[in-house]
């Protein structure tokens, strides 16, 4: 091993309080980190493995892609593959790492959708930019009405049955078409052990049902975009600066949403409660998104180790009083910045 090969800071499990993924044996940490927008090709590798490395020494177990997350899609398979390998390989078995197919990924009738044909393909080629033989994790990316959910599940079950993934998920479905797949896949002999939807403070859908079902299934939440792509932090406080998502060709998030008076207002009245609180806004948006049990992790994005530390430092302050939860919602509004 080379002298300047990784080696994880001592104990660094023991502060991260891990959270059940419903009534799996699965655990995870509150907080993940999710390479969405933040680890394409054209971000620069020595940093991404600081962001990995920092996650890693402070508990972060769990990493969140998809086939199509860069620009360009593959890339940040392939840029988390280059870490694993020369980084983290050793410590595979501490690690859970997740990947999705859904969304439009190549050319021709076979790269978009919930067909068995498109999934199995794309779980092969996430293995190999990943450079693994299975991950821990394999979703459905989001609902795909004209495939048979029969179908599509039957490929996630297919993928457990050859041990390419470990536990399947479902992301952004409806609670109807989640208790659906739920029930197909235990009849194929396979628990659906996570849902993947949106969720922070300007985005509550999933308070109208998704968290009972996901009771009801005991299955566990993994909660995406809880800071709404950075609106839900300082990034946007006095401007747009030129690094941010906002400023940059990101078709997600427009200086147009930084710019809505109503989201300026709830968003410096949320920092007032959150600085009364002794956390920054971003801190007091993930404790808020991790106040259900049924949430097991807020999958965060972050552009430096800066904004990781800070995230994960949510975790020494996550009670949130009856009284702080109702001044919170003259801001939280659903809808807020909507694009
Ligand atoms: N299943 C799905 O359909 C789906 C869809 C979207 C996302 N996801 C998952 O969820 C993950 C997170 O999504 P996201 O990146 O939109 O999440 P997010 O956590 O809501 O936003 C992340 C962005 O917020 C800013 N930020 C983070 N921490 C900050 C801090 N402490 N202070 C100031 N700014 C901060 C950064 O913006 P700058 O880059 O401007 O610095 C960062 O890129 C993704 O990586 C992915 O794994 C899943």
Request: no cysteine; proline share 6%; hydrophobic share 35%.
């Amino acid at each position: 091993m080379s002298k300047d090969a990784y080696h994880p800071a001592p104990y660094h499990y023991d502060s991260t309080p891990y959270r059940r993924a419903g009534a799996s044996g699965l655990l995870l940490p509150p907080i993940s980190l999710g390479m969405w927008q933040n680890f394409g090709g054209d971000r620069d590798p020595r940093t991404l493995s600081h962001i990995v490395h920092r996650a890693f020494d402070l508990g972060v177990t769990h990493f969140d892609l998809a086939n199509n997350y860069g620009p360009p899609a593959g890339s940040a398979e392939k840029q988390f593959g280059r870490i694993l390998k020369r980084d983290l390989m050793p410590y595979r078995d501490e690690i859970i790492i997740s990947t999705k197919a859904g969304f439009p990924m190549w050319e021709g009738p076979y790269g978009d959708g919930g067909s068995r044909k498109y999934l199995l393909a794309s779980l092969d080629q996430s293995l190999k930019r990943l450079g693994l033989e299975y991950v821990d994790v394999f979703y459905h990316h989001r609902e795909d009405p004209e495939t048979p959910l029969e179908e599509t599940m039957g490929a996630l079950a297919h993928a457990v049955h050859t041990g390419k993934a470990l536990y399947v998920g479902v992301s952004n479905y409806s609670p109807e078409n989640t208790r659906h797949a739920a029930r197909i896949l235990n009849r194929m002999g396979v628990d659906l052990t996570l849902h993947q939807p949106s969720y922070s403070m300007f985005n509550r859908h999933i308070e109208n049902g998704l968290l009972e079902t996901a009771t009801e299934l005991g299955i566990g939440i993994a909660a995406f975009s809880p800071l709404q792509q950075g609106l839900l932090t300082n990034r946007y406080m006095s401007g747009v600066p030129q690094s941010s998502r906002a400023a940059s060709s990101s078709p997600s998030l427009s200086v147009k949403q930084v710019n809505d008076p109503d989201y300026q207002h709830r968003v410096r009245g949320l920092t007032e409660i959150a600085n009364a609180r002794g956390q920054s806004l971003a801190q007091l948006a993930l404790a808020w998104a991790l106040r259900h049990p049924q949430v097991t992790t807020a999958l965060v994005g972050a552009s430096s180790t800066h904004q990781l530390e800070q995230n994960i430092s949510t975790l020494k302050n996550m009670e949130l009083s009856d009284d702080e939860l109702t001044a919170i919602d003259e801001f939280a509004v659903d809808g807020t910045a909507a694009r």
